[in-house]
């Protein structure tokens, strides 16, 4: 099964890269439009079996602490009218990772509206995913709560959580008698 690991930045994909957990990991830029475009031109391309969207997030969530790490299990795109909102559901990930909603705003402090979690990239990504039938999954480190200032956030700290998630779920998920 060929998996590749998109993130937004390369400042964010350096430590994954460095640690080696999957050997596919690209960079899909920042927002909607870049992840969108860079996911489609990806997936018509290439046709990878699954894609693993990850990168840091901010939590709506008090409950959620800086360095924590969840999997998306639904990711919404925030601000749209009922009638024109759609819920993009990733593909299950193992339980020790706790499932949230996540917001995919284009800029921060979206009302939370039921979410645990924002980011800008995930519901372009999850739709260009499930348009063109591949399997999407996606990972996020909280890194501040929504609405601190950017000198507040917790970049490394979570960059750490992210990179220790990848390699034991990619430990976890490697054929019997693999060598990582």
Known sequence: MKTVVLIPTEDEAAPIRAARPFADVRV???GMAAAGAFTASLLVGERPDRILLCGIAGAYDPA?????????????VAGLPGKYADRYEGTP???????VVSNTVSRSGAEADGAAVENMEG??????????GVACSEIRAVSNRVGDPFDRWQ???ALDSLVAALVRLAVESAPAGTVL
């Not at 990930?93 to 499932?99: C, E, K, Q, R, S």
């Not at 990504?125 to 348009?131: D, F, G, K, N, T």
């Open 93 to 99: 990930l193992p339980a020790w990772l706790p499932a």
């Open 155 to 157: 970049i490394p700290e």
């Open 64 to 76: 959620l602490r800086p360095g924590q790490v969840v999997v998306v299990g639904v990711e919404r």
């Open 28 to 30: 899909c830029g920042v």
């Open 123 to 132: 519901a372009a990504v999850m739709a260009v995913c499930h348009a063109l």
